[in-house]
């Protein structure tokens, strides 16, 4: 009998639904990361996470379930996770501080942020199936930033579309290269937008 070469067999590794189902979920995410959307197949994700293709279908059974359940993951780390929960920003010094953390918290996350950009450029066409979740990712954003904004800018709405705008780019602008410092020309930003003192 022909021995099957080890590499063609996955890895099978005792893990809970829980953790098997994260596991896709994070290998997924690499993978997007670095082929879009129209270039990751099922068999990438089943090889990456060692797995079958029938294990991985198990727990998300189209292209879009597992689309969705990505975004839904990487919605893990977004601006309520560095802002007060408890009380209001009161001035521009605690909003730029807040965007700061966010900034450098995602910077850990090199893998979230080309997914984001990758994904969001490819959805921009109507038919692509994270078209709906970008759109409504952006409006959530919008308003996020308005309401850390409220109670100590006149114009939370302006502001919120230019922070929101400077950041996309910002990060767009990392991923080329990793020099850039994006906190530090954050800062650079509130000081010129906001007369931020450091």
Same mark, same amino acid.
């Given at each position: 009998m022909t021995e099957v070469p080890s590499e063609t067999k996955p890895r099978r590794r005792r893990l809970t639904p829980e953790a098997r189902k994260a596991e896709i979920l994070d +290998?997924?995410?690499?993978?997007?990361?670095?082929? &879009?959307?129209? &270039?990751l197949t099922f068999a990438d994700v089943a090889k990456g996470a060692g797995v079958t293709f029938q294990a991985v279908l198990h727990y998300f059974p189209t292209k879009d379930d597992l *689309?969705? &359940? +990505? /975004?839904?993951? #990487?919605?893990?780390?977004? @601006?309520?996770?560095?802002a007060p929960d408890d009380h209001p920003v009161h001035d521009a010094?605690? =909003?730029t501080d807040i965007i700061a953390r966010l900034i450098a918290r995602n910077a850990e996350r090199p893998e979230l942020i080309r997914l984001y950009a990758v994904l969001s450029a490819e959805s921009l066409h109507p038919s692509h199936p994270a078209h709906g979740y970008f759109r409504e990712r952006q409006a959530t954003s919008l308003r996020e930033l308005r309401d850390l904004a409220r109670t100590w800018y006149d114009d939370p709405d302006e502001l919120a579309l230019q922070v929101n705008c400077e950041l996309d780019g910002l990060q @767009? =602008? $990392? /991923?080329?290269?990793?020099?850039?410092? *994006? +906190?530090? #020309? $954050? #800062?650079?930003?509130?000081?010129n937008y906001l007369g931020v003192k450091e």
């Open positions: +290998v997924t995410l690499a993978l997007l990361a670095e082929k &879009g959307y129209w &270039g *689309m969705r &359940g +990505v /975004l839904s993951r #990487r919605d893990e780390v977004d @601006i309520r996770s560095v010094v605690e =909003f @767009i =602008f $990392w /991923l080329r290269d990793r020099t850039v410092d *994006m +906190v530090a #020309r $954050w #800062r650079t930003w509130a000081r």
